[in-house]
């Protein structure tokens, strides 16, 4: 409980220095710097420091360098992306950038502002074999997971840049591997979708209101006990993007979608951090209760049961995911031990997720 007391504590402090309120030193802004980092949004703080720094002191000097090599990464980073949008559009797959780097462009001062380790890109389920053999062509190397139909909707593939840059792009065919994912079905999205220009001719990125609905279901059905700085800033920023018509679009198309309670307190929870405004979202508080759903790990595994259409398609999600690909079982170098024992391993493993936050 103390040490619960302690982040939170530490939490309200960062956010007091990012929206500026009270006297808060340059001492007391390099101390947050830490904590900063696990909530995402130390490149933020780091801005606000440095208008409190003399220019020419060894810290500011640091500190923007540091903000020289994320520019420089980013850059670099964006012109693969740049190049993964231009050979998907050579061979006839849509694709969308969404979560972070789509926001990072579309809404944050600066991109590197936004902190993410890749790219998330959404195909239509057809395209989903073109897309993977572009990436593949550009070097582009899946990473082994989980698989099953009903349990996994994407797949990260990875490629190393001959001076060492890791490109991770995280190919989706569904917004979530969660079953309320169904609600945003991706040729909708598609068919929604903005111009990205930031990152060339092909890019494009979900509209506002589709944006917002992504970062709802993403807190409700992955991180509802732990909802980070950053991800509030997101739905901020979209919030604070959007006029009076568009929110009371986005609340009717939450309503519509099945996605007003993730939608209600998501934003309750942006309300009551940053001081989001929720003109025009009545509609969500109408539609039921207005709270998080438990942080617990096996209660979210129950949202998305009772998600799922009948018996028949609840019993094979769960025998997904107790028993994925002998392959996937043996990699990372357990070639020698019985399967059974492996299989074992995960189950125990998987009672000790689903009991914790």
Same mark, same amino acid.
């Given at each position: 409980?103390?040490?619960? $007391?302690?982040?939170e504590?530490?939490?309200?402090r960062?956010?007091?220095?990012?929206?500026?309120?009270?006297?808060?030193?340059a001492?007391?802004?390099?101390?947050?710097?830490d !904590?900063a980092?696990p909530e995402g949004?130390?490149?933020?703080?780091?801005? /606000?420091?440095l208008?409190? %720094?003399?220019?020419?002191?060894?810290?500011?000097?640091?500190?923007?360098?540091?903000?020289?090599?994320?520019?420089?990464?980013?850059?670099?980073?964006?012109?693969?992306?740049?190049?993964?949008?231009?050979a998907?559009?050579?061979?006839?797959?849509?694709?969308?950038?969404?979560?972070?780097?789509a926001?990072a462009?579309?809404?944050?001062?600066?991109?590197e502002l936004?902190?993410?380790?890749?790219?998330?890109l959404l195909?239509d389920p057809r395209?989903?074999?073109?897309?993977?053999?572009?990436?593949?062509?550009?070097?582009?190397?899946?990473? !082994?997971g989980?698989?099953?139909?009903?349990?996994?909707?994407?797949? %990260?593939? /990875?490629?190393?840049?001959?001076?060492?840059?890791?490109h991770?792009?995280?190919?989706h065919?569904?917004?979530?591997?969660?079953?309320?994912?169904a609600?945003l079905?991706p040729?909708?999205?598609?068919?929604?979708?903005?111009?990205?220009?930031?990152?060339?001719?092909?890019?494009?990125? !979900?509209?506002?209101?589709d944006?917002?609905?992504l970062?709802?279901?993403?807190?409700?059905?992955?991180?509802?006990?732990?909802v980070?700085?950053?991800?509030? $800033?997101?739905?901020h920023?979209l919030?604070?993007?959007?006029?009076l018509?568009?929110?009371?679009?986005a609340a009717? /198309?939450?309503?519509?979608?099945?996605?007003?309670?993730?939608c209600?307190?998501?934003?309750?929870?942006?309300?009551?951090?940053?001081?989001?405004?929720l003109?025009?979202?009545q509609?969500?508080? $109408?539609a039921?209760?207005?709270?998080?759903?438990? !942080?617990?790990?096996a209660?979210?595994?129950?949202?998305?049961?009772?998600a799922?259409?009948?018996?028949r398609t609840r019993?094979a999600?769960l025998?997904?995911?107790?028993?994925?690909?002998?392959?996937f079982?043996?990699?990372?170098g357990r070639d020698?031990?019985?399967?059974?024992?492996?299989?074992?391993?995960?189950a125990?493993?998987?009672?000790a997720h689903?009991?914790r936050?």
């Open positions: 409980m103390a040490q619960r $007391e302690h982040t504590t530490v939490r309200q960062l956010l007091a220095a990012l929206r500026g309120d009270g006297p808060a030193g001492a007391t802004l390099a101390a947050l710097l !904590p980092g949004v130390a490149p933020l703080l780091r801005e /606000r420091l208008e409190l %720094l003399p220019a020419n002191s060894a810290q500011a000097r640091t500190l923007r360098d540091l903000a020289l090599r994320e520019a420089a990464l980013e850059l670099r980073r964006n012109m693969q992306v740049r190049v993964v949008l231009d998907l559009a050579a061979a006839g797959v849509p694709a969308l950038v969404f979560k972070g780097t926001l462009h579309s809404h944050y001062p600066r991109p936004r902190p993410r380790d890749d790219t998330d195909v395209h989903l074999e073109a897309a993977a053999g572009v990436l593949h062509a550009l070097g582009f190397e899946p990473v !082994p989980v698989e099953g139909a009903l349990i996994m909707r994407q797949r %990260l593939y /990875r490629r190393r840049d001959g001076d060492g840059v890791l991770n792009v995280d190919l065919w569904a917004v979530s591997n969660s079953a309320r994912a609600a079905a040729r909708a999205l598609l068919a929604r979708a903005r111009p990205l220009p930031a990152l060339g001719a092909h890019a494009a990125a !979900p509209c506002d209101v944006a917002l609905l970062a709802c279901l993403h807190l409700d059905a992955h991180h509802a006990g732990d980070r700085l950053m991800w509030l $800033e997101d739905v920023l919030v604070a993007d959007m006029d018509c568009a929110r009371v679009g009717d /198309r939450a309503a519509m979608t099945g996605l007003a309670g993730a209600a307190w998501v934003l309750a929870a942006a309300r009551d951090t940053l001081g989001t405004p003109d025009g979202f509609i969500l508080a $109408e039921g209760p207005v709270r998080a759903p438990s !942080p617990h790990r209660a979210g595994w129950l949202r998305d049961l009772e799922l259409p009948d018996t019993a999600w025998v997904q995911h107790a028993f994925p690909p002998a392959a079982m043996r990699s990372g020698d031990t019985p399967l059974w024992r492996l299989y074992l391993a995960r125990l493993r998987g009672l689903l009991s936050r």
